[in-house]
């Protein structure tokens, strides 16, 4: 896949202090939706997620934070277990992995 081309991913964080947790998490719902306590859905290019990888590097503490980003495949397989639907009052929408907004949406109900 070029590097340009648009992909959904997941970017999922463990940040060890509380202040630090809340500004990434800010930081984040600019450009990402959240989908479950420190899980966010991301979509943009491979170049796109490296500069927002970049930004998040300078918010955390490298010694003690842990931020990942995995790609989501198309299409995308979810299983859940519990509530398992979007928080209350999200909209997700994606131009590039369709079968992903259903399966959440199927979720939600």
């Known amino acids: 896949m070029a590097l340009n081309a648009p992909r959904a991913w997941l970017i999922c964080y463990d940040i060890a202090d509380p ?3 809340i500004r990434l998490h800010r930081f984040l719902k600019r450009f990402a939706q959240p989908v479950q306590y420190s899980v966010f859905y991301y979509e943009g290019s491979s170049a796109q997620l490296a500069r927002c990888l970049h930004d998040i ?3 955390i503490d490298h010694r003690e934070d842990d931020v990942r980003a995995y790609p989501i495949p198309n ?3 979810v299983d859940t277990l519990g509530r398992g639907a979007l928080p209350d ?3 997700l929408q994606s ?3 369709p079968g992903l907004v259903t399966l959440l949406q199927a979720l939600a109900e």
């Open 19 to 21: 202040r630090r947790l």
């Open 95 to 97: 131009h590039e992995n």
């Open 57 to 59: 590097a300078g918010r």
């Open 89 to 91: 009052g999200a909209l």
């Open 75 to 77: 299409p995308a397989q």
